[in-house]
């Protein structure tokens, strides 16, 4: 596709090597709403699903043709036929069952936040690399079509130098469908915005300083921060601003982002929050600093849900195929993990951080 004269492309193509056989460890909504119809569109091979609710199991492979249902964790795990374990599971979760996952020599797909605490994400990711695994974080939003195509634009030079980066959501979130999120005491910026920041270290590199406030809708029934402003500060003039309201009752929300440089323009939305919970394409628009000024309009035709979920997948299969790195590998995903735990800090603390004080701070990691 043809954007002014720049060339960008929201397809996400399939791995070279596409026949690694998939193992889902979880079956839950997600799983069947998004990963399995993402692996179909790839010509992706799922062969075996396991679930502690074995009827949930059992739906959803008789629904998406899984051959096998695994009895148990480890009969799962002990499958010759299993070389990608996909986990569906809770934060909480995630590090035992992905350590027994490494253990048995699977490569992994996990999902975000990829442990509770910064020190427990960071073992992880050592003992699979010591295991020679690899390991990825199912970080899906740099592949959906507004932020991949913003990422485009600005490599080719079309924005030239950026100054200010904003992603702004305002929508109502039905967090009682997940109740072990609405009671955890940490919500929006660990399982919402943990999206906006990933994308950003995408869009724009390593921030030097983050600073947070986090608030809550009057009588929420969440128990954590469902309100945020994240400030990212880079060297030199950019500053990125994530701004989140999860409580927003009115006929006026929104889920849009915008880049701003000295040679143009982007601006979007994105579609699954601009209309949720139904779900669109995102728009994208860019406009060039010269005369005569108009908006160009890219002509989008992929979905956060389900098509970005091809993404990080295809990613760590290809890093399987070329030992190379996952463009979300375990190792990337601390960077967004640093970010995630700077603005809680920050939050507390009232005060900016510096996002490697994170890391300095987790001995264990080291």
Sequence with gaps: ??????????????????????????????????????????????????????????????????????????????????????????????????????????????????????????????????????????????????????????????????????????????????????????IEVLYHSIHYLDALRFLLGEPERVTAVHGRAPDQPETGETKTVTVLEYAGALQAIVDVNHHDWSDDAHARFRLLGDAGIVRGTIGLLDDYPHGRVDTLEYQPNAEPRRWHQAALTTRWIPDAFLGPMASLMAAIETDGEPATGGADNLGTLRLVHAAYRSAAERQSVDPAEIAADAPATR
């Excluded at 797909?109 to 990829?114: G, M, R, S, T, W």
Aim: glycine share 8%; proline share 6%.
């Design 1 to 186: 596709m043809n954007l002014a004269g720049y060339a960008v492309d929201d397809r996400i193509p399939p791995p070279q090597k596409a026949d690694y056989g998939i193992g889902l460890v979880g079956c839950g909504g997600i799983v069947n709403a998004a990963h399995l119809l993402a692996y179909r569109a790839g010509g992706l091979r799922v062969v075996a699903c396991f679930d502690r609710d074995r009827e949930a199991a059992a739906r959803t492979a008789r629904e998406h043709g899984i051959p096998r249902v695994a009895v148990s964790l480890d009969d799962l795990l002990a499958d010759p036929a299993v070389a990608i374990v996909d986990l569906a599971i809770t934060p909480a979760d995630q590090p035992a069952v992905a350590a027994q996952a490494i253990a048995a020599g699977k490569h992994l797909l996990c999902q975000k936040p990829l442990a509770l605490d910064y020190a427990a994400a960071a073992r992880l990711v050592a003992q699979a690399r010591a295991a020679g695994v690899k390991l990825a974080v199912n970080q899906q939003m740099r592949w959906d079509a507004g932020i991949a195509v913003a990422r485009q634009l600005v490599a080719q030079g079309a924005l030239g130098a950026l100054a200010d980066v904003r992603i702004e959501v305002s929508v109502r979130t039905p967090w009682h469908l997940w109740p072990w999120i609405a009671r955890s005491p940490r």
